[in-house]
């Protein structure tokens, strides 16, 4: 196949941009470098990097002139808390840049797109595990633009016979991971730990989020390629894990007894999170199987190696 990814330069999509050559698909990867890294993706004869913003409907329009069997759409803000200071800008790059590139696939005959959703479209919905059918409660303009995005591949679908498919991640962590977006507490401590600082605990540390490893991920992405008709599928382990727990293994990884600070929990923080994977399994035939304590370690191992720098 030959895909476009937008937000491919970033943590999610430089993974998925790897899986692709790895299979065997061209890829062209369409980022402006906003949090991504061109570092972050290897030179290969079958990748193109185009410097672009999803804002720019005719500079993503001259790129799909080339012809594509299916794009990827992993390019947003991504920053719940900066969704909450700034909803107009985050709508223009979660929806108006959604519109875009849905626009220009429509234009070109690119009839195939995957869109990164996120467990954030649930909110305070506490029906645990969520499942794909529980009520969308978004808690802040991130959530609310990502369950907006997915009405318009549903329309996409429903119009114009697009083959569509929305991945809700739940808390993405791995290699190259940044600290501003979702799911950076992994990449905080793993930055912290090699970095020989402490870690801050806000809240009392019993709080679980369902942690997926970056490279499941992007073989679930992936996966959903071959997909028919419009899906919204979670991409989870089913397991959460608590931040003690959490500490508990890097201590393990790290070979030492890490003991965090306590700090006052932040306002806002859901306490519980875990999304169910069965219809992950049933369409995609897996689901994400990195166990966490493999996952840490890779992640441990790579902040140690390549992310001490890392500043974004
Ligand atoms: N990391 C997670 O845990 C998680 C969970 C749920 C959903 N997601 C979603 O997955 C996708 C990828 O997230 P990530 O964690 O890899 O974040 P990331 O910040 O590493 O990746 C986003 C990429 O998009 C690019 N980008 C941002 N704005 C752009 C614009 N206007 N035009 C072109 N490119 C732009 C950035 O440069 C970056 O390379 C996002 O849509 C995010 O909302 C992530």
């Known amino acids: 196949m030959k895909i476009l990814i937008t937000g491919g330069a970033g943590f999610i999509g ?32 079958a990748l193109t990097f185009v410097l672009g913003d999803v804002l720019d409907a005719r500079a993503l329009d001259k790129v799909c002139v080339e012809g594509f069997d299916a794009c990827i759409h992993l390019a947003a803000q991504t920053m719940v808390p900066y969704s909450l200071a700034h909803p107009q800008k985050d709508c223009q790059i979660n929806l108006v840049g959604l519109l875009n590139v849905l626009e220009a696939c ?6 195939r797109v995957v869109f990164s959703s996120s467990a954030a ?12 059918t529980e ?8 959530g609310l633009t990502k369950f907006t995005g997915e009405g318009y591949l549903r329309l996409y679908s429903k119009l114009y016979g697009f083959k569509n498919t ?7 962590y791995g290699p190259r991971q940044g600290a501003g977006g979702e799911g950076g507490v992994i990449s905080v401590f793993a930055k912290a730990l090699v970095k020989e600082q402490p870690l801050t605990v806000f809240g009392d540390g019993g709080q679980t989020r369902d942690y997926v490893y970056v490279g499941d991920v992007a ?15 979670n991409v989870s382990t089913a397991r959460e894990t608590s931040l003690l727990k959490l500490i508990d293994a890097f201590s393990e990884i790290a070979e030492k007894k890490l003991k965090p600070n306590f700090a006052p929990a932040r306002a806002g923080d859901i306490y519980r999170s875990i999304l169910a994977n069965d219809r992950c399994r049933r369409l995609l035939g897996r689901t994400p199987a990195t166990s966490l304590r493999e996952g840490l370690a890779k992640t441990y191992r790579w902040f140690a190696a390549e992310g001490k720098e890392l500043s974004k």
């Open 14 to 45: 430089s993974h998925v941009a790897e899986a692709a050559l790895t299979r065997g698909h061209r890829v062209t990867v369409y980022d402006d470098l906003s949090s991504g890294r061109r570092e972050f993706l290897p030179q290969a004869e």
């Open 106 to 111: 429509r234009k070109h005959h690119i009839g």
């Open 121 to 132: 479209v649930y909110g305070d919905n506490t029906a645990l595990p969520l499942s794909e």
């Open 135 to 142: 009520e969308p409660r978004p808690l802040s303009p991130y």
């Open 166 to 172: 929305c991945l809700r991640f739940a808390n993405v």
């Open 219 to 233: 073989e679930a992405v992936l996966d959903a390629l071959c997909l028919d008709g419009f899906n919204i599928i």
